[in-house]
């Protein structure tokens, strides 16, 4: 357990560990990095330097040691600087190191970055909370206003001391445009003047600013966007960024083809055909995307597999799945649960799944004529109905599809719905 109080002058003075995710550690990582064919012939996208391959190297998920660009010379944070990435992490352009949106750091890098934020507006950290992430209260001081309370989410998105907001957020509903333009250049935008736009209280309060990264990039040498964004004053004094370098980055829906065309270049077998607009409307990160197999003719994937994981043909990847079963779940010789599912042939789950406390055997099988007839008609049952009636102690593989017996007809339902034929069952 971590101290109540962690003081900042009382943290290791040694060097911070050497990963974003300290439960895999770089302790002399290179004597372990192996080039394989992926890192030989990695091509430089952005700030990422592939070192070779790590680890198991008979998994089929590859793990790679990069190195990056801007945070791999900061040692007070990031040690060494070596992190570890998937392969699909790499193409599709995510980052392991602190250049990530959400990067996934430890109580003492989280105190050191918002010791450096505080600092720089002329704040103090004088203590930090018990550890909850980066809800954690951090308290600080103001030389104006005396302490405060704040959290290290809160500090990154840019907030300070509530005596001081209140009087920049006045100020800044007439700030001149040379305080402005110096105001965006702390934060890598470039003023470019006042908006015509005003705010609910009828004033002037909006912005048209550049960004040095954003207004270059891909988007915008394609064409998709003219590198100009607005934003409210007090909300750049504050640091928040109105371009894609925010946390919240939304695309619109020809920039997130865009995004997916690219990398599908990328992993050459595929080519890209559309994104359903509608279903982009709704949930930008679940519509579904579809592309061309080479061998397979078309399939489909959610946008957040596409992009993050760098999905491609599940039948390519023996995710072929045309047959939707319902098991039932026995222990100690009492029926207590359903279990749904899909499969390339239904047998060997039963196989697997029996190989723990719980015994299972099959009460019916659909077959389907399509892949996605059967992923739709399993997602409709994860909608529906109440999950996880049975514990992980009883069933590990597949509890989380488990559900009331009461339940069975109306999966059936479902099942035919979509087009499933019963094979065998009652």
């Known amino acids: 357990m971590l101290a109540d109080r962690v003081a900042p002058e009382n943290l290791n003075s040694g060097r911070l560990p050497q990963t974003l995710h300290p439960e895999i550690p770089t302790e002399g990582l290179n004597m372990n990095i192996i080039q394989d064919a992926f890192s030989s012939s990695f091509t430089k996208t952005n700030q990422l330097n592939v070192l070779g391959l790590v680890g198991d190297h008979t998994k089929p998920e590859k793990t790679y040691a990069v190195t990056c660009d801007v945070c791999s010379g900061d040692r007070e944070m990031f040690g060494d600087g070596i992190f570890l990435i998937n392969k699909a992490r790499v193409i599709a352009g995510c980052f392991p190191c602190g250049c990530s949106k959400s990067p996934k750091l430890t109580i003492k890098q989280h105190t050191v970055r918002a010791s450096r934020c505080l600092n720089a507006d002329g704040y103090r950290l004088i203590s930090v909370g018990e550890w909850i992430g ?132 990328i992993q050459g077998d595929y080519e890209f055909d559309s994104i359903d607009a509608d279903d982009y409307a709704k949930n930008k990160t679940m519509a579904r995307v579809f592309r061309v197999c080479s061998r397979h003719g078309i399939f489909s994937n959610s946008i957040a597999n596409a992009i993050k994981n760098a999905s491609g043909c599940p039948m390519c990847n023996g995710g072929n799945q045309r047959q939707a079963y319902i098991n039932i779940v026995s222990f100690n010789g009492i029926d207590v649960a359903a279990k749904f599912g899909i499969a390339v042939h239904y047998i060997n789950r039963i196989h697997q799944q029996n190989r723990h406390a719980a015994s299972v055997r099959n009460l019916c099988v659909f077959e389907f004529e399509s892949i996605e007839d059967c992923r739709a008609a399993e997602r409709e049952c994860k909608k529906s109905f109440r999950r996880r009636v049975v514990g992980k102690e009883i069933l590990p593989d597949g509890y989380t599809e488990t559900v009331d017996l009461r339940e069975i007809e109306p999966m059936k339902a479902i099942f035919t719905r979509y087009g499933g034929v019963m094979m065998s069952g009652d």
């Open 134 to 265: 980066n809800k954690t209260t951090v308290h600080a001081m103001c030389d104006k206003h005396g302490p405060y309370e704040t959290s290290f989410d809160k500090i990154q998105r840019g907030y300070r001391c509530n005596g001081c907001a209140g009087e920049k957020i006045g100020a800044d509903r007439t700030v001149g445009a040379k305080t402005m333009a110096e105001r965006c250049d702390s934060f890598g935008l470039e003023y470019v003047g006042r908006s015509e736009r005003k705010d609910a209280n009828g004033s002037k309060s909006f912005s048209i600013v550049k960004c040095k990264r954003c207004s270059h990039d891909e988007y915008v040498l394609a064409g998709l966007c003219d590198g100009y964004f607005e934003s409210l004053n007090h909300e750049i004094a504050r640091g928040k960024m109105p371009c894609r370098c925010s946390g919240v980055k939304t695309l619109t829906y020809d920039q997130i083809c865009h995004k997916v065309a690219s990398i599908t270049a």
